[in-house]
């Protein structure tokens, strides 16, 4: 089984803090996702990675920047936490051949 | 853009009973996936299917990609189907492959 963990379930930052959310999958997969999830505007994709140390923008990638040094591993960073990132945020990821989406158990954020 | 539309938006259900969620897309799509997130947050895979039918369990999904709408079976339901179905349709955007999702039908099965 795929599995895709997040290093977080439950989140809760400051204003202004640096915050790292971690993603980790086990199945060797090229692509790797990060969305926030808002209700009434759905599942909105941040950022992507199609390879190690590569990176794409998606539809909202403002307020924050990601890294990927490892196949496995996608980090999403928020440089300075505000309140408008109080989301439900989460990661995917899948083959590059097949972009059959498997996703983690989400983190949900709080920034006060 | 593609259009995702998803009906019902909301459906509630005695255990027991069965049900038909549809999923209609706006133009063609490279593949469709059909998810249900449970009541904790978390996105469970269901199916992957571009064409054809699959069946897993009480589960079972048609996509007629020639027609543009896929549809998602529930048999027998039970509580711990309760939650969010979506749909998502892939596409081709800016050179990559991305997912978009529908606005999901909200389920919930009463004992």
């Known amino acids: 089984d795929v599995k895709v963990t997040q290093s977080s379930r439950y989140l809760v930052k400051r204003t202004g803090e640096k915050v790292f959310l971690e993603c980790v999958q086990d199945?060797?997969?090229?692509?790797m996702f990060w969305y926030r999830q808002d209700p009434g505007l759905g599942l909105r994709l941040i950022y992507f990675?199609?390879?190690?140390?590569?990176?794409e923008k998606g539809d909202i990638p403002e307020g924050y920047s990601v890294s990927r040094e490892k196949k496995e591993r996608f980090s999403l960073i928020l440089e300075s936490a505000s309140t408008n990132q109080t989301s439900m945020y989460l990661c995917?990821?899948?083959?590059?051949?097949?972009?059959?989406?498997?996703f983690g158990p989400g983190t949900r954020l709080t920034v006060t | 853009g593609i259009q995702v539309e998803q009906s019902p938006p909301d459906l509630i259900l005695q255990e027991g009973a069965n049900s038909t969620l549809r999923c209609n897309f706006s133009?063609?799509?490279?593949?469709l996936q059909w998810f249900h997130q449970n009541p904790w947050g978390q996105l469970i895979n269901l199916f992957y299917?571009?064409?054809g039918t699959k069946q897993n369990g009480r589960l079972s999904a048609t996509t007629v990609a020639t027609e543009r709408y896929s549809l998602l079976y529930i048999s027998s339901s039970q509580t711990t189907d309760s939650g969010v179905y979506f749909c998502?349709?892939?596409?081709?955007?800016?050179?990559?492959?991305?997912?978009?999702f529908g606005a999901g039908t909200r389920l919930a099965v009463h004992p």
């Open positions: 990675s199609y390879d190690v140390k590569m990176k």
């Open positions: 299917i571009p064409s």
């Open positions: 995917a990821s899948s083959w590059k051949q097949v972009n059959e989406q498997y």
């Open positions: 199945m060797d997969h090229e692509n």
């Open positions: 998502a349709v892939e596409r081709v955007s800016g050179g990559y492959n991305k997912l978009i």
């Open positions: 133009d063609s799509v490279n593949n």
